[in-house]
């Protein structure tokens, strides 16, 4: 191979990289562009079969490939290379006061550059019914680390129980021991008097997970 053939294995293998990576994410109408940046030392011809390696390839931003010449004598060679990933992802619409829980309302869907973003959220609706850890802008692109589950299911309050079983469903009155957030597992206690483990699945509504913890549990 040709030294000036070698930047464009690196690119093909680069380009491999990020579409994978774009996939995994599931963003939304995805594009990017590469640029392959060698090194400072002379490139060389590769008469024996030639492989890439990601060596760093955390942030489509700055990845580092090496390519490496089999063979006697062989020879390693780093390249830089820089990927612009633009994708539509979620964004706010208006601004919301820390700890106010999102609505749809409050959601939009912009094509943003997502190269050096490791948690934007691609589904709106990933983040309906979080809220933000603090003030959340107009604009601003939505991240997971900004975003927590609220507290949906308070200690000593009144909850509903709501089994579900094919296509029947039942429901008892109860009284969470535990506070919670959507998808935890709280203690409830139910209106016979026995503790069991129950998921969170939204405002003062639970469903059961397991069988009774005790039969007199405390609430404390």
């Not at 680390?145 to 009144?158: A, D, F, I, Y």
């Amino acid at each position: 191979m040709a030294a000036e053939q070698v930047p464009g294995v690196v690119e093909k293998a680069a380009r491999q990289h990020v579409q994978r990576w774009v996939e995994a994410a599931g963003f939304s109408e995805p594009q990017f562009t590469l640029e392959v940046v060698p090194g400072t030392r002379p490139l060389a011809a590769c008469s024996q079969p030639l492989t890439v390696q990601g060596a760093d390839t955390r942030l489509p931003s700055r990845m580092r490939f090496v390519a490496v010449c089999g063979g006697t004598p062989g020879w390693r060679y780093e390249f830089i290379v820089r990927a612009q990933v633009s994708a539509r992802i979620a964004v706010m619409a208006n601004d919301l006061a820390a700890g106010k829980v999102l609505a749809d309302e409050d959601l939009l869907l912009e094509r943003h550059d997502v190269s050096g973003v490791t948690d934007s959220i691609t589904d709106p609706q990933d983040a309906v019914g979080m809220s933000g850890k603090r003030t959340l802008r107009a604009g601003e692109v939505l991240r997971k680390g900004l975003l927590s589950s609220p507290t949906v299911v308070k200690r000593g309050e009144p909850v509903n129980i709501i089994a579900r079983r094919e296509q029947i469903e039942v429901s008892m009155a109860g009284e969470a021991l535990d506070a919670g957030a959507r998808g935890d597992t709280v203690r409830v206690r139910n209106a016979n008097g026995m503790v069991i483990r129950a998921r969170v699945t939204g405002v003062a509504t639970v469903e059961p997970v397991s069988m009774p913890v005790t039969t007199n549990s405390p609430s404390e």
